[in-house]
């Protein structure tokens, strides 16, 4: 709170000489945490929505099918969200370090995801019936997936013993909501896909599941769900832009 009153009195210093036609210079650790800490937020509200959209464009690209794309990228960004507003409620504070927390959380529990749905497709398309190619894909990915998971998350841990604050406390975030958010993922993305009834990227027209109404409505309005999915994402991303750092 001090370095934010010291620097919001340096900026009105600026104006004022500004307006005086005079160019004032500042220096010193406050000025340059400050710089910073704009920067910390410049990641928040510019790079981690552009990650995300581009993310699910590539997504959707790769797998040929908005709903898995969506599918797949939705409990990423649960995860990323949940692990800075996890972080924001333990009250540590963000910077440079500590802020690539959020994409990094996004971009291990996607590309994890990626294996499990790209597998269930390779099924479903093989004729394999959604319900059992869910099950199988799962089976047959999982294993490797906590393996991958468990020594990423080792990985990170390892910065738990550094001696510099903000190196620590990403290790042991990111370790943390790997070790947490892949297991949970494949759980959910499992139960999603055995909903769907028809081969992905056909909207799912065959459909009995529960998910006819919302894969035939997805496939009329594919430029309304992708805008819709857009927001709901911007609005979650621009909630963890107002965290203070």
Avoid: C
Avoid at 158 to 176: N, P, Q, T
Wanted: no cysteine; proline share 4%.
């Amino acid at each position: 709170d001090q370095r934010k009153e010291l620097v919001a009195g340096w900026r009105q210093l600026q104006l004022e000489a500004k307006g005086l036609d005079i160019e004032l210079v500042g220096a010193g650790h406050p000025l340059l945490a400050a710089a910073l800490d704009e920067e910390a937020k410049l990641v928040d509200q510019v790079f981690s929505p552009a990650l995300v959209v581009a993310a699910l464009g590539m997504a959707t690209l790769f797998l040929r099918s908005l709903l898995l794309g969506l599918l797949t990228i939705l409990p990423a960004v649960v995860a990323s969200s949940g692990t800075r507003a996890i972080l924001s409620a333990m009250d540590w504070s963000s910077n440079l370090i500590l802020i690539t927390t959020g994409p990094l959380v996004l971009v291990l529990v996607l590309a994890s995801l990626l294996h499990l749905v790209a597998r269930f497709k390779r099924l479903v398309e093989a004729g394999t019936s959604p319900p059992f190619a869910a099950q199988l894909a799962r089976r047959q990915v999982l294993p490797a997936a906590l393996f991958a998971g468990a020594s990423t998350a080792l990985g990170f841990g390892v910065f738990a013993i550094s001696d510099i604050e903000s190196i620590r406390r990403l290790g042991i975030a990111v370790a943390l909501a790997v070790a947490v958010a892949i297991p949970a993922a494949y759980f959910w993305v499992g139960w999603a896909l055995a909903g769907i009834r028809s081969a992905p990227g056909n909207a799912a027209s065959t459909s009995t599941g529960p998910w006819r109404r919302w894969a035939l409505g997805s496939r009329r309005h594919r430029v309304r769900v992708v805008i819709l999915s857009m927001s709901v994402a911007g609005l979650g991303l621009f909630g963890l832009s107002t965290l203070e750092y």
